[in-house]
């Protein structure tokens, strides 16, 4: 038994994580939750710089060139015609 240093609850030794010669000082339960916050944090603040990002690398000429070739194979076309079709149908959905 163990009293986790976050939520002060006492728990059996399998209720937190292996560290180094010993256990966690938070339970599995308080891990997890601060991972998920920490994840749902760093997607807030990471998607702005992404999307920046990847704005500026997806007009460099040879991106261009390739979305283009894409758009011509048939995956390519098959792939847009579906993307298209899928528009068209959330546009009659949501008006
Ligand atoms: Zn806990």
Same mark, same amino acid.
């Given at each position: 038994? $163990? !009293?986790? *240093?976050?939520?002060?609850?006492? #728990?059996?030794?399998?209720?937190? &994580?292996?560290?180094?010669?010993?256990? /966690?000082?938070?339970?599995?339960?308080?891990?997890?939750?601060?991972?998920?916050?920490?994840?749902?944090? $760093? !997607?807030? *603040?990471?998607?702005?710089?992404? #999307?920046?990002?990847?704005?500026? &690398?997806?007009?460099?000429?040879?991106? /261009?060139?390739?979305?283009?070739?894409?758009?011509?194979?048939?995956?390519?076309?098959?792939?847009?015609?579906?993307?298209?079709?899928?528009?068209?149908?959330?546009?009659?959905?949501?008006?």
């Amino acid at each position: 038994m $163990k !009293t986790c *240093t976050s939520c002060h609850r006492r #728990k059996p030794d399998d209720g937190f &994580y292996a560290h180094r010669n010993g256990l /966690r000082s938070h339970c599995k339960i308080c891990m997890r939750k601060a991972a998920r916050e920490n994840a749902l944090a $760093k !997607t807030e *603040t990471l998607r702005p710089k992404k #999307k920046a990002y990847m704005k500026v &690398y997806d007009a460099q000429p040879h991106r /261009r060139a390739a979305r283009s070739a894409y758009a011509r194979s048939p995956r390519g076309r098959e792939v847009y015609r579906l993307i298209k079709r899928a528009a068209v149908a959330f546009r009659r959905v949501s008006a």
